[in-house]
């Protein structure tokens, strides 16, 4: 069957998948800038699409319009619809493969073969200065979003002490290492994990391949506290990378947001431009 890829249009026109694609592609951009790969899921969600699996069409449209612009300019401008990750394999779908190995299949290369392809071009698409030149020359406006109230709000004081639905949340999380997407045979986490920078992660799940963490809130916790959450996820994440790479061992860490309830609508655009994974609606009710 032909690729997606090479029978998806061009971004310009009125059907359903180039509408789409012309209020993805800056919140591509917004991504490109920011460092950080999008889930299908999460992408599909801004858009307000309920089925991840049209992205298909979307971003093939992408591909064909930068693919043009290339040719225009005389001068490559990166797939950036590589960006758009599997939230199992890390991966894009298999149409990116058109786009970057043209000869070659890209869903018959090895999979340790398919990272080092993707993981390559992620770095021209961070490090590529004309994003903001690609949506002029395509019409279109970038994508704004200010969360300084949001920001001000969270960076006030923590309130009391632990709540019991708190304690509940993290001791259910660190019983069930699926809620993260652990397999079966994990060990249960660790609660109130220490870190050398003074932190402490609510829930640590380590083993000599993986590291992750889980930062929870309860359905008790407001706005500002989910917000706080989303910065944490960052800042452990990245200091679990340190301190992987000063024990010598492979940066494989994630770090990641789990709610008792939904993750509000107005934190969705922060979330995917933070780069942070969300886990809604675990409750230790419903284990």
């Not at 089925?51 to 591909?63: A, E, K, Q």
């Not at 960006?83 to 070659?104: A, H, M, Q």
């Not at 220490?194 to 706005?223: H, M, Q, T, Y």
Request: hydrophobic share 40%; net charge neutral.
């Amino acid at each position: 069957m032909m690729n997606t890829a090479k029978i998806s249009e061009p971004i310009s026109g009125d059907k359903a998948c180039q509408t789409r694609a012309r209020a993805a592609l800056p919140l591509l951009v917004r991504q490109a800038e920011a460092g950080a790969p999008i889930f299908y899921s999460d992408l599909a969600e801004e858009l307000g699409m309920p089925n991840p699996r049209n992205l298909n069409y979307v971003l093939g449209s992408i591909g064909q319009s930068l693919e043009r612009l290339s040719k225009a300019w005389k001068s490559k401008v990166p797939p950036i619809q590589c960006l758009v990750v599997n939230k199992n394999t890390g991966l894009p779908g298999e149409g990116i493969g058109w786009f970057l190995v043209k000869k070659e299949d890209f869903a018959s290369l090895p999979l340790r073969q398919k990272r080092a392809i993707v993981e390559a071009e992620l770095q021209h698409v961070f490090l590529y200065p004309r994003w903001q030149e690609v949506l002029e020359a395509l019409d279109l406006e970038p994508t704004t979003s200010d969360f300084t109230a949001f920001v001000k709000k969270s960076a006030g004081g923590f309130g009391g002490g632990e709540s019991e639905e708190h304690k509940a949340l993290k001791a259910y999380v660190a019983q069930n290492p699926k809620v993260v997407s652990l397999g079966a045979n994990t060990p249960q986490g660790t609660t109130e994990h220490p870190l050398p920078s003074g932190d402490c992660l609510d829930v640590s799940f380590r083993d000599n391949k993986v590291w992750v963490a889980a930062e929870v809130k309860s359905l008790i916790s407001a706005e500002a506290d989910i917000v706080r959450g989303l910065y944490q996820c960052v800042k452990y994440r990245a200091v679990m990378e340190a301190v992987l790479l000063s024990e010598s061992r492979p940066q494989n860490a994630r770090a990641l947001l789990v709610l008792e309830s939904k993750l509000p609508p107005s934190l969705i655009s922060l979330r995917n431009m933070l780069g942070v994974e969300v886990v809604e609606g675990v409750s230790p009710r419903n284990g």
